[in-house]
């Protein structure tokens, strides 16, 4: 390209950008581009609010010296996404937080520190942030006394309390357990931490009786951790526990608790457990979560359904783009399959996966503000890149990436990456056993020793690079660095567990 096609194309960049920045500022306007980006259609604009945010326990009645179960949730009914937001649950005295038992999903930074629950972030437009964790009733409350838990949330300029109430009742006419010469309270079963799925999508859930006797078990598994919708009830009998076998989906978080069954005696709730499945879209349903993250210039990089696949494409020199569903993968090892093909054979247009991307829990992008789209820090400040290249065969530019600078006036795209570790990038050119003009299958196995790439079941590269193989957000990538715009559809791509 020339200097007088650099200039010409700098300036219609620029405005392109002025005229971008004026249109972003009413958030709805904003708001109604990025849904028409991904096919959602428009909808009617509702305000950001938290009024819809609640709080409850899992037991009205308890004993002294119980396990309660509180769940949290921050929900966001408005149009728009709602920022710096704040939750803040202080336990009264009565109340001793259960090591280890906070858990949240919807992302953003939380915590626990001498019985102080926090979370900070932000709840996504139609969407809820729960949080969840267990506490244990001191062993020398009084009959009758009511054990009452608030929670505050801060957060669109103004204050909502929501509290959770447990009363303390005596022994007599609890839950109890006879046996032919002894009796004792039904207590909770303790829940263990999961182990990793094998690569069938295969885990043990299993636990602690806490009591003696013949007592059956029933377990329960939900996408949520309040378990407001049940998946399944596995009634274990006396087993303490029990292999789940699930199909990869677009929803690969499960959780599970256990309660102790002795005829009509029931045991309250035990903990919550979770654990991360393997992860499978075949592009058939366009609400999976799929969004831009990371952009050169929005109305240039988009994607869209058809067909059962997912089509995503780059249409100016210079640009680039990230897709991703920001959902986790799970724990190491794991592979990473997808099949695609290019739609259009121009020189040096560019796709391929991300992984290793990073993600603190904001909403990623913010489309009330340019900064928020363009020069963000709230996702995939660094990933790993192989990026696939056609100029009539096919060569893998292997890319880890370790700090993205927004930088306009550095000629060409304007995100760059000025502070990488250049010596761990390397190229196959070409790679072998490919298929440059139609469809190939893709293979990445990232483990904690280094990742593997192939293609249509051969190994073609290694690099022993694990600077990012804890972090688990992976999605597509797309670029192109000439006049010709780099299109690729993918039929399917799915994340799951590898055997050590």
């Known amino acids: 390209m020339g200097m007088l096609e650099n200039s010409q194309k700098l300036g219609r960049r620029r405005s392109a950008l002025l005229s971008l920045v004026i249109a972003m500022a009413l958030v709805f306007a904003v708001t109604q581009n990025l849904q028409a980006q991904q096919g959602t259609g428009q909808e009617e604009f509702q305000p950001a609010t938290l009024d819809g945010s609640s ?31 704040t939750v803040t649950d202080t336990l009264p005295i009565s109340l001793t937080y259960q090591s280890g038992s906070l858990a949240v999903a919807g992302g ?4 626990e520190s001498n019985g102080v629950i926090t979370w900070t972030g932000a709840v996504n437009n139609n969407a809820q942030v729960i949080i969840t964790f267990n506490a244990v009733l001191s062993g020398d409350l009084p009959v009758g006394a009511e054990i009452q838990n608030t929670v505050y949330i801060t957060g669109l300029n103004s204050l909502i309390t929501r509290t959770a109430t447990t009363e303390v009742i ?11 010469t002894i009796f004792k309270d039904l207590s909770a079963p303790i829940l263990n931490p999961i182990g990793r799925p094998n690569s069938n999508n295969q885990w043990t859930v299993s636990w602690n009786p806490n009591n003696t006797g013949t007592i059956n078990f029933e377990l329960q598994e939900s996408f949520d ?30 959780y599970y608790r256990v309660r102790a069954i002795v005829g009509s005696l029931i045991s309250p709730w035990s903990n919550v457990q979770s654990v991360i499945g393997g992860y499978r879209d075949e592009f058939n349903d366009p609400t999976s979560g799929w969004a ?3 952009t050169t210039y929005i109305e240039e990089v988009r994607f869209w359904y058809e067909n059962g696949r997912l089509i995503f494409q780059v249409e100016d020199p210079w640009d680039w783009g990230i897709a991703s569903p920001m959902v986790q993968a799970p724990d190491l090892p794991y592979v990473i399959e997808y099949r695609s093909e290019p739609a259009n054979l121009g020189n040096l247009v560019s796709h391929g996966a991300v992984f290793g991307g990073d993600w603190p829990g904001a909403i990623c992008p913010d489309y009330s503000t340019i900064g928020g789209v363009y020069y963000h820090d709230l996702c995939f400040n660094h990933f790993y890149n192989a990026n696939t290249i056609w ?18 006036q550095c000629g060409g795209s304007p995100m760059k990456r000025l502070a990488d570790d250049y010596s761990a990038w390397f190229t196959i050119d070409p790679i072998p056993s490919v298929n440059s003009t139609t469809w190939n ?10 990742i593997n790439f192939s293609v249509n079941g051969d190994q ?13 957000y992976f999605g597509v990538f797309g670029s192109t660095d000439e006049y010709s715009n780099s299109t690729w559809r993918y039929e399917y791509y799915q994340v799951m567990p590898l055997d050590n």
Do not use: H
């Open 170 to 180: 005596s022994s007599t006419g609890s839950t109890t357990l006879y046996l032919p």
């Open 55 to 85: 709080k409850v326990v899992d037991q009205s009645q308890a004993l002294p010296g119980e396990i309660l179960g509180y769940t949290v949730i921050i929900s966001n009914s408005g149009s728009v996404p709602a920022t710096n937001v």
């Open 460 to 472: 073609y590269a290694f690099t022993s690079d694990t600077t990012w193989v804890n972090d688990r």
């Open 108 to 111: 953003g930074l939380y915590g």
């Open 292 to 294: 831009i993250r990371r």
């Open 391 to 408: 100029y009539g065969p096919l060569k893998l530019a292997f890319e880890r990436v370790d700090f993205l600078v927004w930088c306009p």
């Open 441 to 450: 299958d893709w293979r990445i196995e990232v483990r904690a020793t280094g």
């Open 225 to 254: 951790p309040s378990f407001t919708t049940i998946l399944n009830t596995y009634n274990a009998g006396t087993a303490t526990s029990q292999l789940i076998s699930q199909t990869p989906g677009l929803r690969n978080v499960f």
